[in-house]
Nanobody
Framework: QLQLVESGGGLVQPGGSLRLSCVVS????????VGWFRQAPGKEREGVSC????????YYSDFVKGRFTISRNIALNSVDLQMNDLKPEDTAVYYC???????????????????????WGQGTQVTVST
């Protein structure tokens, strides 16, 4: 059973930065699409960003483009989300999700859909406030 372990959430002031990390327990053995989602109180879960290890493709939602960067840390078997210029509306629980790609294929239309991911982390709170 694949395990995802998230870390890096916290409280930050508007304009500040945080870095989230998602350790994927057997990353070197398989191709994965690893996505970050978030859910604010009273709102639906929404896709933030995604990384495909088969070809290094990255995807971002419009509301984080230019502010967030997703990357893979090979040494730590993780996918990290660097979040800069944070805004109060970024406040949410952030979840890491993963889908194994047996053939390495990951259609770009899949990335923001929570239903396309089998494995989920426990979530980490990000709060942007003065």
């Amino acid at each position: 059973q694949l395990q995802l372990v998230e870390s890096g959430g916290g409280l930050v002031q508007p304009g500040g930065s945080l870095r989230l990390s998602c350790v994927v327990s057997d990353f070197p053995k398989h191709y994965y699409a690893v996505g970050w989602f978030r859910q604010a109180p009273g709102k639906e879960r929404e896709g933030v960003s995604c990384f495909s290890s088969s070809d290094g493709s990255t995807y971002y939602s419009d509301f984080v483009k230019g502010r967030f960067t997703i990357s893979r840390n090979i040494a730590l078997n993780s996918v990290d989300l660097q979040m800069n210029d944070l805004k109060p509306e970024d406040t949410a629980v952030y979840y890491c999700a993963a889908e194994r790609l047996p053939t390495g294929v990951w259609p770009s239309r899949n990335w923001p859909l929570a239903s396309q991911y089998t494995y989920w982390g426990q979530g980490t709170q990000v709060t942007v406030s003065t």
